[in-house]
């Protein structure tokens, strides 16, 4: 069941990403209105962080493309924010959050120019807002897991940008973050801005979003959360009755066959 | 003293030459090293030293000739080969980017001694003093090829000061780096190159075979003081500095020495200097923080002694001798005595006779530690639901390390309580 949205901000048309040549995520085909805080929701190994990732321009997709405001991602970098998994970095580099934080600013002081004093009260502010001003020059090394998490949530904060792609932002933090996280992404859907989220706990994945896209190796459905997030939606996603497109899957990589004939 | 004075004078123009070079070699090694580990490829550094041998001696088999100019060039090329090999066999092979770093260093190598031995057989007399390149020679250092290195360090200094924070960013979190739209791959092209370069400049010196170190050595000692990347850097710079000016120094007072070797030696001792010297992250503060708590701990059990031996019969400054204190708790008799000492010298005890006795100070002291194991006891009972009987060991840590602000907001949680769940008094002073 795929419900598709008007005027999307981000459009995502017969994706199929492979590692490989093996096929993990098959013809996705989904859109994104805009203010809304969607969840991409699927059991282990269903291809959710390869999506974003994608989506992200990081992994390049076998066929299909990605538009987000009706642009190619390239022409739209700079009102694009990525949130990568809270693991990917090694948390002992010797930077400091405020540091961490201005690396946001990055994108928008481009590749030689150095980040100004309005740089700086950008990240500052951004810090305020997910309470972590007091940390601000603190070594990264010493932070918990969800104060991890809230720097790099700072950080794409300080991108300024329009649609927000996070990585799994709750895996791994207290209940407290988790809560000050959700309640912050409200408030900036408040104003418009798009968030995308990965997430893998199902009870919490209908409060939180309004959008479900529910996930495993294709697209099981995609929606408003009280019209696709059903039982049976659920069941058919988590039910592994999908075990031949793995399987499929395993062939084309054994054999180095093209997920498409040209 | 005259050969320190006649050095630092730099009146000789050899000695100018060979300080020189040695320092634009090491600072600017130094630099691009810093990268190098933090992007975790410090293996890579040896394999790009090691694999501009063969295009030293390609150069030479080409002009017939030890012209400087046209071995960098031939050095740079097979270096950075080199790098791009390891690349495509790592991404595009079953094997591991170690297996690709060990297999091209080792091709790369081999094939350069084979040509150099090609070279020292066919009896050309210009090929002497070629196999300098594999060890470095600093005294070889001429004007001429002053001007090349000094060119050259001043390019790797520009290049990774414009591209600091992109490096910087690449080496934190590649994802994010391209997420924003940095050339990720251009910029490793880059540092790759400013790696090559930075070997280059120093083979002259130093020699293939030890220029790894004085890419890596001095930022993985950087490192151990401190935790901002600039400052990493600078000290990076700092110690390659101190390291190139004390090889030739050293090379300078004792001529038989070897300048390069020198280099990497003294460079390796900063690094072992800094392992276990430097402040917070050394080997050595931390055993000297691990002992000063052994201390404290000892100290506050001792007290502990005297204040419930004091419980038993309610007179908390009477004098204790040896033997009642080791009858209340197994401890090691030595240690009981040397602490005893240090607390009489602290004035927490007074000695009287062959026995101790707390003093004012060491009451309150010694019931505060009481006191603080009790009220733990009494919080893990009520809020972590363990048994009473299992709380014991977890107070006798936790005791030394309460400090008076989590102690009034335990016993702010607890309501001011009066007794332990052992029911006995929790001491207040």
């Known amino acids: ?262 | 003293m005259q050969h320190f004075i006649d050095f630092f004078s730099f009146a000789d123009p050899n000695v100018r030459y060979v300080v020189l070079g040695n320092v634009l070699l090491s600072a600017s090694a130094a630099m691009v090293g810093a990268f190098i580990l933090l992007q975790k490829k410090a293996l890579v550094g040896d394999a790009v030293s090691h694999s501009v041998l063969p295009g030293i001696c390609a150069a030479f088999l080409f002009s017939g000739s030890k012209n400087t100019a046209l071995m960098l060039v031939g050095a740079f090329i097979t270096g950075w080969l080199a790098l791009v090999t390891i690349d495509y066999i790592a991404a595009k092979s079953k094997l591991k980017k170690d297996a690709a770093i060990g297999l091209v260093l080792s091709v790369f190598f081999g094939a350069g001694m084979v040509m150099m031995t090609y070279i020292q057989q066919s009896g050309n007399a210009a090929q002497s003093g070629l196999d300098h390149f594999i060890f470095g020679k600093a005294a070889t250092l001429i004007g001429t090829d002053l001007v090349i290195f000094s060119v050259l360090a001043a390019v790797l200094l520009i290049a990774v000061g414009l591209f600091f924070k992109a490096f910087a960013l690449v080496a934190f979190d590649r994802p994010y780096a391209e997420a924003l739209g940095y050339p990720v791959r251009k910029l490793d092209l880059l540092l790759t190159s400013l790696t090559v370069l930075a070997v280059v400049t120093g083979i002259t010196a130093v020699g293939v075979v030890l220029m790894a170190a004085m890419l890596v050595t001095p930022a993985a000692a950087a490192r151990y003081w401190t935790d901002n990347i600039r400052r990493m850097v600078a000290i990076a710079v700092a110690f390659g500095v101190f390291a190139g000016l004390a090889g030739a120094y050293i090379s300078y007072t004792a001529p038989a020495m070897p300048t390069g070797p020198w280099m990497v030696v003294v460079s390796s001792v900063i690094a072992f200097l800094s392992f276990f010297f430097a402040p917070k992250k050394g080997i050595v503060p931390k055993l000297y923080t691990q002992r000063k708590n052994q201390r404290i701990i000892a100290e506050e059990n001792t007290l502990k002694m005297f204040y419930h031996l004091g419980e038993q019969n309610s007179h908390f400054n009477g004098g204790r001798d040896l033997t009642e204190l080791t009858r209340t708790r197994e401890v090691n008799e030595t240690l009981l005595k040397t602490t005893l000492r240090r607390l009489v010298s602290r004035q927490l005890l007074e000695t009287k006779g062959h026995q101790w006795a707390l003093t004012d100070a060491g009451y309150r002291k010694a019931a505060r530690v009481v006191r603080l194991h009790r009220l733990w006891e009494l919080y893990l009972t009520q809020y972590m639901d363990i048994a009473a009987d299992h709380v014991h060991d977890d107070a006798e840590t936790i005791e030394h390390i309460i400090t008076p602000e989590l102690e009034r907001e335990l016993e702010h949680q607890l309501g001011y309580p009066e007794r332990d769940p052992h029911d006995t008094e929790i001491p207040k002073i």
């Open chain 1, 1 to 262: 069941m795929i419900i598709h949205t008007q005027e999307p901000i981000l459009e995502v048309h017969d994706l199929t990403v492979s590692y490989s040549r093996k096929p993990v995520l098959w013809g996705i085909d989904f859109t994104l209105p805009s203010g809304c805080i969607a969840g991409i929701v699927g059991p282990n190994g269903a291809g959710k962080s390869t999506l974003l990732k994608t989506i992200m321009g990081l992994i390049p997709p076998s066929s299909g493309f990605v538009k987000l405001f009706g642009h190619p991602l390239e022409e739209v970098r700079n009102r694009v924010s990525y949130v990568p998994q809270r693991e990917s970095v090694d948390w002992d580099f010797p930077v400091s959050v405020l540091d961490v934080v201005l690396m946001g600013r990055y994108g928008k002081v481009g590749l030689l120019r150095n980040t100004g004093t309005r740089d700086r009260s950008i990240a500052l502010d951004c810090l305020d807002k997910v309470g972590m001003s007091p940390f601000a020059k603190r070594q990264i090394s010493q932070l918990s897991g969800g104060q991890q998490q809230r720097v790099f949530l700072a950080r794409a904060l300080a991108q300024e940008a329009d649609i927000y792609f996070m990585d799994e932002p709750f895996a791994g933090v207290d209940a407290a973050t988790e809560q000050a996280i959700i309640g912050l992404l409200r408030e900036m859907a408040g104003t418009g801005k798009t968030i995308v989220v990965v997430h893998h706990d199902l009870q919490s994945a209908r409060t939180y979003f309004d959008w479900i896209i529910l996930l495993n190796m294709h697209l099981v459905a995609a929606g408003p959360t009280e019209q696709v997030f059903t039982e049976e939606m659920v069941q058919q996603a988590y039910g592994g009755r999908l075990s031949l497109l793995s399987q499929v899957g395993d062939v084309m990589e054994k054999r180095a066959f093209p997920s498409r004939e040209s």
